[in-house]
């Protein structure tokens, strides 16, 4: 009986310990907006490939290095790069996938003995998807992306590569793309 009350303390105590040791944990951000335009228009500005420099004001330009690879300059300082790869395009469904393959590193700093690279997002496995759909007389557009934080060790991380951080900054990202569709497509 005691041989059973050690394994049972033993194991209370390690599973806190194995489940804090996972490193970072998935993040989602997921927004919408209502545009009053037909989705055919919302669709053909969404599912351009090579256009997102037309709509999306951090993005400076938009170079495609093949069909379903496009390298984005940012506005931001430096002119920060992104390599995006296109999974899938669904016209019936009016939903564009892709995926963030590389990304510009902005700046290095040495934290816990280690250089640590700061991306362009702080994100690592980026993967995004925009839908356009018909509601009153509008269209509703949903971006979804799912990612992980770029600092992939255990706490303590360094300033500016939090969950939180990533997905402020992927909110950002998001928010500002779509608020400017929104814009351009009420003119």
Known sequence: MKKFLYLIAAALIAVPMISSAHGPSR???KEKITINASPDQVWAMVKDFGGISNWHPTVA???LT????RVLTLTSEGNPTI???LIKVDDEKMMVTT???KMSVVKTITFNSKDTPYFTLPVATFKSWISVKAVDGGSEVLWKSKFYRSFMDNPPVPEGQ????SVNAVKAYVTTGLENLKV???K
């Not at 093949?66 to 690879?69: A, D, I, L």
């Not at 939090?162 to 951080?165: E, G, L």
Request: charged letters at 45%; glycine letters at 0%; aromatic letters at 0%.
């Open 162 to 165: 939090s969950d939180k951080d």
């Open 27 to 29: 993040q989602q951000v």
């Open 83 to 85: 390599t995006e790869e």
């Open 184 to 186: 351009i497509l009420e």
């Open 99 to 101: 995926k963030i393959k």
């Open 61 to 63: 330009s938009a170079e």
């Open 66 to 69: 093949s069909e379903s690879m």
